[in-house]
């Protein structure tokens, strides 16, 4: 049995820091909070750091040169290698709208490299798109983008049965409203996302057990005028509907710092997860890339630290990593290190419905953790118990 001792740390709990007592981690699981190393175990010795669970991605296209949809076992390697080195320690793979083939391959591959995963556990396939609205597109390529009928929905479910695990769509697309109730019933978590619809829309869905909104505050409706009549529309339906969660792009380009602190305030941190939204790009120098697959329609600029179109009409996802995302978090918008901590690891874990064993320092659950220094950076990564970088341990 492999047995790893983290001590002389600041360790997160559910309570707040922790600095009297050191974690104990048993084939991959914490097994106790003690003051006293066990004889036979590894010892990681933190020299005062702080110990923080390890950041969960539920929005994240690629990284290091890839993205999933790539569609080998090597773009799924290095996707997760590249975030697994800034801190994410899960991650759910998510596609842009691509045709069906593609996607139906990435499925296949998916279960592959779950299985021979070296780096970040995956959390099952995110969908966003194709049923996205041709209005609220923003960057997702139009010819991919496609209505719902339930006979292809019904496909879409079983070829994806136990890899797919949450689809993002537009309310209004055609052929939707009659499928949520397919996607629920398979078990698959809905998010709205690139839609055009105004809250009585977003509540009808909501009142159907839509409880998500993939990345807030970009391709989501807000107060406007519609025949000179004030409207609300999605953002306020989140602030609003008090089962309602929502990501946020948490890079310091797509959201301003004042907005994901008023989110915050007004949600708090159960209802709030920070991600990337990261392509191929994070993790690089490059200054062109692609959104999706490498065609020449879905080729990008990135200029500023963020992936444009290049006529720059439109944000074409991040190019963040987890660390990054955590560094604007505690020093840009000034959230607490446990406030920002719950928002990328115990939120969404229990949105992607692996809150029982994911997502805190706590007894019976993963051992997913980092060891950050006081400049916010990550420093150490270790997945199930397993350092995945340069580690000071020794044997006691």
């Known amino acids: 049995m492999k047995k790893l001792f983290v001590t002389n740390a600041k360790i997160l709990r559910r309570d707040g820091f922790t600095e009297s007592i050191g974690m104990l981690v048993e084939n991959g699981r914490i097994t106790a909070f003690t003051s006293e190393a066990p004889e036979n175990c590894e010892v990681l010795d933190c020299e005062g750091k702080a110990v923080i669970p390890g950041f969960i ?17 090597e773009a799924f390697e290095t996707v997760a ?18 045709s069906l083939e593609s ?14 995963a070296k780096y970040s556990d995956f959390l099952g396939i995110h969908l966003e798109g194709p049923f996205l609205s041709l209005e609220n597109k923003g960057a997702q390529n139009a010819n991919y983008i496609i209505s719902p009928t339930r006979e292809l929905m019904a496909e879409l479910l079983e070829r994806g049965k136990g890899v797919v695990r949450r689809i993002s769509f537009a ?67 989140f602030y609003t509907l008090p089962e309602m969660k929502a990501e946020i792009i948490g890079d310091g380009c797509h959201v301003p710092k004042q907005v994901i602190a008023m989110a915050k305030r007004f949600k708090g941190t159960d209802n709030i997860c920070l991600i990337t939204d990261a392509m191929r790009a994070a993790g690089t120098d490059v200054t062109e890339s692609y959104l999706g697959e490498v065609l020449p329609e ?30 604007n978090a505690v020093l840009n918008v000034g959230l607490s290190i446990e406030d920002t901590s719950k928002m990328m690891s115990e939120t969404p874990a229990k949105i992607m419905g692996v809150g029982d064993f994911k997502g805190v320092l706590e007894v019976g659950f993963d051992a ?29």
Not at 81 to 97: D, E, R, W
Not at 103 to 116: G, I, N, P, S, T
Not at 298 to 309: H, T
């Open 57 to 73: 991605d539920i929005h994240l296209h690629g990284g290091g040169g890839a993205e999933f949809i790539d569609g080998t076992l």
């Open 81 to 98: 290698k590249t975030h697994c080195l800034h801190g994410t320690t899960s991650i759910c793979p998510t596609p842009a709208s691509c």
């Open 103 to 116: 996607l139906y391959r990435l499925f296949d591959v998916y279960k592959e490299a779950k299985e021979k």
């Open 171 to 237: 309310p209004e697309n055609e052929g939707m409203q009659s499928c949520i109730d397919m996607a629920r019933d398979a078990g698959v978590l809905l998010a709205i996302a690139h839609s055009n619809i105004q809250y009585e829309e977003t509540e009808e869905v909501y009142n159907k057990g839509v409880r998500l909104i993939t990345h807030l505050f970009n391709a989501t409706t807000t107060i406007r005028k519609v025949n000179q009549i004030v409207r609300a529309g999605i953002v306020e339906a």
């Open 298 to 327: 879905n080729r990008v600029i990135i200029e500023a630290g963020v992936a444009k179109l290049p006529d720059r009409s439109f944000y074409a996802g991040s190019i963040a990593t987890m660390d990054r995302v955590f560094k």
């Open 368 to 396: 997913d953790f980092l060891v950050i220094d006081e400049n916010m950076d990550v420093e150490k990564v270790f997945v199930r118990g397993e350092g995945k970088n340069e580690c000071i341990m020794h044997n006691a």
